[in-house]
């Protein structure tokens, strides 16, 4: 995924914007570049394909100095990786750019401005922004205003920085759906997607709001102003040190920590993939839309937690894309004969991008004739997603316990999101569509309500230590969220959980229930609740002890022998994505009470790389 880093500094700014670059290469990218107003107010650029490495020994070759810069690292949606679609873009030789993001109105935007004579030398949509703003900034009211107005005219998700050769000492910048920080230096000031591009300079940082456009100017000046244009305050915040991702920070377990960073990552999940009222196939890649709109099948292989992502996906894909999907373990799929249909699209899921099943089955894959690969991965650079036509991260950063927790709920993200790339492409309505993304755009402060049920479920937790199993109850979309609940308590805790559709339990594992097999249900808001309403009514007959996380708006009351905790009310798709949390929080305090390795259980790994 693209990232920004610009700077206004007394001294050249070229190193800092490679270190910034260097900083936020983990987010994988296909090409880079930096754009510096030197001591003429010329502006100058530099633009290599492939690793930030290459404009590195572009720029031992001719330097770029200058006190004042923006820098970028493009992941290709509009316009295939080449140094010429590479950012910063230009118009003319005073103006250039960087963006993050999707401009959704970019074709109309495109004609209109060839059609006041612009020359477009890319395939990008965000070189119609460098020429948009130039167009305004003609007006002669500065850098900001021009800004200002281009912004006005642009449908999407950006965040951008921009630099003008007649404002030799300012950059401006502007976020809509992508982050941009600030950060402040001592007379200086930096803007980066990301803090940690800027950890080498400052940890000091103003987070941008909705809407809010910046400039920074000469001396560390920072003037912010909101959607309206109104000037505002922002507050500084520190920066927590604490090299994230290798600490546990306040966290007794990185499983817990991983838990509960889902809200930050799965926001990470949808930034700059979500349009107003819809998902573009581009955040799958330039190739994407021509790819997708031939796609007739689908076939998702996967392993473990990634499998049952995959489950999840086939509920989605075949109510709003409308197309059949198959959904198998990978161990399975790379050995048995198969019959792919004509326009079939391969799919994969995995964390880690290198599960030898996972790997095996796409390498088996490419000889069997499918129309092409997708990847959903969270690790740029693996083999996965290097072996594949198209992908999509998760962004989930690392995860280090082996139990799988925030790489799964930012699976089912991505998941949603390649649904409605989908689904728009094959006809799904406009309502539909913008319900979901709303859906979507509250799912993170949804998440953060469920983790307010922390104490709660701890206190539940002390009625599973002392049993040997447990039974986790599901339907429809939910059956694999059951499946996900029980893997997790069978993989920390050691104890023995299986998982069924509620529908199957008079088919057999009815037997089992008594008062030492606890019963886990999830019971959101959706069409199927009766049904599994009198599937519950079965095991409490039984004498069975249930506990059910249900909607607040569902009438199921707690009673003796039946627990309940009431989750946010949420949009009925996105309900696996919500109720997973409760159950991984479930296992976490069985598996905390047994003492267990709680982040290493025994005999797992997290990522398998043999067979
Ligand atoms: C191992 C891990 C699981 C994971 C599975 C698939 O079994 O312990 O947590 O779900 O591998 O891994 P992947 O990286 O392909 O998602």
Not at 64 to 75: D, K, M, S
Request: net charge negative; glycine share 10%; charged share 20%.
């Amino acid at each position: 995924m693209c990232g920004i880093v610009g700077a206004v500094a007394q001294r050249n700014v070229e190193g800092i914007l490679l270190e910034g670059l260097r900083r936020l290469e983990y987010r994988g990218y296909d090409s880079a570049g930096m754009a510096v107003l030197n001591a003429a107010g010329e502006l100058q650029r530099r633009r290599a394909l492939g690793k930030v490495a290459a404009l590195e020994a572009m720029l031992e070759e001719a330097a770029l100095p200058g006190r004042c810069g923006i820098a970028h690292t493009r992941w290709a949606t509009h316009g295939k990786p080449s140094e010429e679609n590479a950012h910063p873009h230009q118009s003319g030789n005073r103006l250039a750019l960087v963006h993050n993001g999707i401009i959704e109105n970019h074709e109309p935007l495109r004609r209109e401005l060839e059609a006041d004579g612009y020359a477009f030398s890319s395939q990008t949509d965000t070189e119609v922004v460098a020429h948009l703003l130039e167009r305004e900034y003609r007006h002669g009211d500065g850098l900001l205003a021009a800004v200002q107005r281009g912004l006005a005219q642009l449908e999407g998700a950006y965040a951008l920085a921009v630099v003008h050769a007649d404002e030799p000492n300012v950059v401006v910048g502007a976020r809509k759906g992508s982050p941009l920080v600030v950060g402040a230096g001592i007379d200086e000031a930096f803007l980066g997607s990301d803090p940690l591009a800027l950890l080498q300079v400052t940890d000091r940082f103003i987070y941008l709001q909705e809407g809010d456009v910046v400039r920074l100017a000469d001396g560390g000046k920072i003037e912010i102003f909101d959607a309206e244009g109104q000037a505002v305050q922002r507050p500084i915040q520190t920066f927590e040190h604490g090299d994230g991702a290798a600490s546990k920070g306040e966290y007794r377990h990185f499983m817990q920590k991983e838990i509960f960073e889902q809200p930050a990552v799965i926001a990470a999940a949808l930034e700059g993939r979500l349009g107003e009222r819809s998902v573009p196939s581009e955040c799958f890649g330039p190739d994407a839309e021509a790819l997708f709109s031939r796609v007739e099948q689908l076939h998702i292989v996967a392993c473990g937690t990634s499998y049952h992502a995959g489950l999840v996906a086939r509920y989605w894909l075949e109510r709003y894309a409308g197309i059949p999907v198959q959904v198998e373990v990978a161990s399975e799929y790379r050995y048995r004969t198969v019959v792919v249909p004509d326009n079939t699209l391969f799919v994969t899921l995995s964390q880690s991008g290198e599960t030898a099943d996972t790997l095996a089955a796409l390498r088996f894959a490419r000889e069997q004739g499918y129309l092409g690969s997708l990847a959903i991965c969270n690790v740029p650079g693996s083999s996965l997603v290097r072996e594949s036509d198209l992908t999509l991260m998760t962004q989930a950063g690392p995860e280090i316990g082996v139990a799988s927790t925030k790489a799964f709920t930012t699976q089912l993200t991505a998941l949603m999101l390649f649904t409605l790339a989908l689904g728009r492409v094959k006809g799904l309505d406009a309502e539909t569509q913008a319900e979901v993304v709303a859906g979507l755009r509250a799912l993170p402060q949804l998440v953060s309500r469920v983790l307010e049920l922390d104490d709660a479920i701890e206190s539940l937790s002390t009625e599973f230590a002392e049993k040997h199993h447990a039974l986790f109850l599901g339907r429809g979309a939910h059956f694999p969220i059951a499946l996900e609940g029980a893997l997790k308590l069978k993989e920390i805790s050691y104890i023995h959980a299986e998982a069924y559709p509620a529908g199957e339990l008079k088919h057999g594992p009815l037997a089992l229930v008594d008062s030492e097999m606890p019963v886990v249900s999830v019971a959101p808001n959706d069409e199927l609740l009766d049904k599994l309403k009198s599937n519950l009514q079965e095991v409490r007959a039984r004498g069975g002890e249930l506990f059910v996380f249900a909607d607040e708006r569902v009438g199921i009351e707690a009673q003796e022998g039946v627990r309940v905790l009431s989750l946010p009310h949420v949009h009925d798709a996105l309900a696996p994505i919500l109720y997973t949390v409760p159950l991984q929080l479930l296992s976490y305090h069985v598996a905390v009470l047994k003492g267990t390795d709680v982040d290493q259980p025994r005999n797992l790994a997290k990522s398998v790389t043999v067979e």
